[in-house]
């Protein structure tokens, strides 16, 4: 689907209900052929589809390009009741199996026509042969009116020898760092490869000026745009390689994949595949994100549960309050067991076009360089902190009375009754309020200040965090946040 979560809930099509269990099939598509290079298919899927249609479109031999265009009947739909809104990807001759190597592209919603040949796509599809044979349009019905929704394909056929084929390119895995330092970037942006605006390189630019010195390109449900990070400009700029993984119960972040990973999304939380593509992100030497897990809009809330995930995104784009509820949820995850694996919580732009801003919000990360796999074992131990800006630097760590020392993510281990001082200090964030959080809850507060120091103890905290917040605009919920920190640990030796 071709909006982002702030438009997909201000659209009101998080009214929607889900697809029942036991779906009723959509008509059989009808096939025409007003031209020897032309093929028409039309069919009306009915409310309760399959989440996804294949239509069948047999390539003939010779093919040098494939154009396909659709359309489809978008009646009005009065308040809370759901329109018609269909997606739209193609598999090759090599099959639709789940995982499989026949996936050519995806655009969602944001396109009505693409078109593939051996040396150039569509962005959101990927270059290659046009072979002959049985290849399927992917049809997503993300929401159907009561009256069903016709839709009608038209696919054109360019004959001739084939283009020479693309030599696909990626970017670096390390950039110009500084060593062990902290790294700010942005795990969440959108390109004109999904619904985004903006082309890769633009991409680039905008992070450079937000001082950025990571993104991870992550188009939905595609990764053709890896490629095009090849030609980014910025030495100093590092390009994870991933994609937001878009299912119908959640979405999740594949970040700092390798190269030419593709993730599958075609299923649900009641179907118990989830690990399966987990494991296919991990063996590419990603992590597994999940992203705004309490976000309202159809198909975004997180189904899948966490015994997967890497990290959690927790701040997704402007503070709202489905930001405030993933807080207060990883929170409560932290206060588990002794031994329990804690997720640590990351922060995402979510960036497709005006108004978002790329890095706004960021992670920071402590990392040994800027290169890819030092900046990906830095999210998963834990040693980051988000921030709404560049502006934003925070400086948090906890001491015990012989010296010893643990900052974000580490742990500090001291007897039990041995008294620790936690310190805070914060730069770029004027007027805002610092809060210390433990596992008991709000600790202690201060306004007014750009540092805080708080003595406390392992007996009496399992952890501290830190968030920065802007003046409340009035009750029931605090200030919008300005920076949040993963916990300092204090177990008891």
């Known amino acids: 689907m071709g909006l982002s979560r702030r438009e997909l809930l201000a659209s009101g099509a998080a009214a929607a209900t889900p697809y029942p269990t036991h779906a009723p099939s959509p008509s059989a598509p009808r096939v025409s052929a007003p031209a020897p290079d032309t093929r028409i298919l039309r069919g009306t899927i009915p409310p309760g589809a399959p989440d996804f249609v294949e239509v069948p479109l047999d390539v003939p031999p010779g093919v040098r390009e494939l154009r396909v265009a659709y359309t489809y009947d978008r009646p009005p739909a009065p308040p809370g009741v759901p329109g018609n809104a269909l997606d739209i990807g193609i598999f090759d001759q090599r099959g639709t199996a789940l995982g499989g190597r026949g996936f050519r592209g995806w655009s969602g919603g944001a ?48 004959f001739g020898p084939p283009a020479p084929a693309a030599r696909p390119g990626h970017p670096p895995e390390r950039a110009r760092g500084r060593g062990r330092a902290w790294y700010r970037g942005d795990c969440h942006v959108h390109s004109v490869h999904s619904d985004g605006r903006s082309a890769p390189a633009e991409i680039a630019a905008l992070a450079t000026a937000a001082g950025l010195d990571f993104v991870n390109s992550s188009d939905h449900n595609t990764h053709s745009a890896h490629a095009a990070w090849a030609d980014v400009p910025s030495p100093d700029l590092l390009v994870l390689t991933g994609e937001e993984v878009t299912t119908r119960t959640g979405h999740v972040l594949a970040v700092g994949t390798d190269p030419g990973t593709f993730v599958d999304w075609r299923y649900r939380a009641r179907e118990n595949r989830f690990g399966r593509f987990a494991r296919t992100i991990r063996d590419a030497g990603g992590l597994v994100i999940p992203a705004h897990p309490h976000a309202t809009c159809v198909g975004c809330a997180w189904k899948f549960g966490f015994g997967e995930a890497d990290a959690v995104e927790v701040w997704n784009g402007p503070w709202t309050p489905d930001d405030e509820v993933a807080l207060a949820s990883w929170d409560a995850g932290l206060r588990g067991a002794p031994g329990e694996r804690r997720l640590p919580a990351v922060a995402g732009s979510d960036f497709h076009r005006d108004p978002d801003r790329i890095g706004t919000p960021q992670t920071v990360v402590l990392a040994r360089d800027l290169t890819r796999r030092a900046i990906l074992d830095g999210i998963r131990a834990g040693h980051c902190y988000a921030a709404e800006s560049a502006r934003v630097t925070v400086t948090f760590d906890a001491v015990g009375a012989r010296g010893e020392h643990a900052g974000i993510g580490e742990s500090l281990r001291v007897a039990p009754d041995a008294e620790v001082l936690v310190r805070l200090a914060v730069s770029g964030a004027p007027g805002c309020e610092l809060r210390l959080i433990t596992d008991q809850g709000l600790a202690v507060t201060a306004r007014g200040q750009d540092a805080l120091e708080w003595r406390t103890t392992p007996a009496r905290s399992a952890y501290v965090r830190a968030e920065v917040r802007h003046p409340a605009a009035g009750p029931p919920l605090p200030g919008a946040m300005a920076a949040f920190t993963n916990p300092v640990w204090l177990p008891s030796v």
């Open 111 to 158: 396109r009505g026509e693409f078109f593939l040949r051996a040396d150039e796509a569509t962005p959101g599809y990927l270059p290659g042969p046009v072979g002959a044979g049985r290849w399927h349009l992917l049809l997503g019905p993300y929401t159907v009116a009561p009256q069903g929704l016709p839709y009608e394909i038209t696919a054109r056929f360019v």
